[in-house]
């Protein structure tokens, strides 16, 4: 069985930018995606990516600002961050989803990472 591992998180000042990195225990052909979760609040889509690459979509809340790409040869997924704002910190996760048909909800993805904290201030 496939496992996430995400990484790359910290505290960073408004502004700023991260890099969050997810790697694959295994190869993968899946699509893989990006979401993140703040206390008491829904887990949501920030980004996903066919394995190909060619493909991206983002939530419309990070449209502009973050960048998602992946390295198959390193079974590594990105998520690059850029002008960071406070409503962005959240638990970052890292999913993998195998339905043919694309989506952003949580149900569609069957492997989740364990997730890694950003946290953004003022």
């Known amino acids: 069985q496939v496992q996430l591992s995400e990484s790359g998180g910290g505290l960073v000042q408004a502004g700023d930018s991260l890099r969050l990195s997810c790697v694959s225990s295994?190869?993968?052909?899946?699509?893989m995606a990006w979401f993140r979760q703040a206390p008491g609040k829904e887990r949501n889509f920030v980004a996903r990516?066919?394995?190909?690459?060619?493909?991206?979509y983002y939530g419309d809340s990070v449209k502009g600002r973050f960048t998602i790409s992946r390295d198959n040869a390193k079974n590594t997924v990105y998520l690059q961050m850029d002008s960071l704002k406070p409503e962005d910190t959240a638990v970052y996760y890292c999913?993998?989803?195998?339905?043919?048909?694309?989506?952003?909800?949580?149900?569609?993805?069957?492997?989740w990472g364990q997730g890694t904290q950003v946290t953004v201030s003022s």
């Open positions: 295994g190869r993968t052909f899946a699509t």
């Open positions: 999913a993998s989803s195998s339905r043919i048909m694309p989506g952003n909800t949580t149900d569609r993805y069957d492997t």
């Open positions: 990516i066919n394995w190909g690459g060619d493909s991206r």
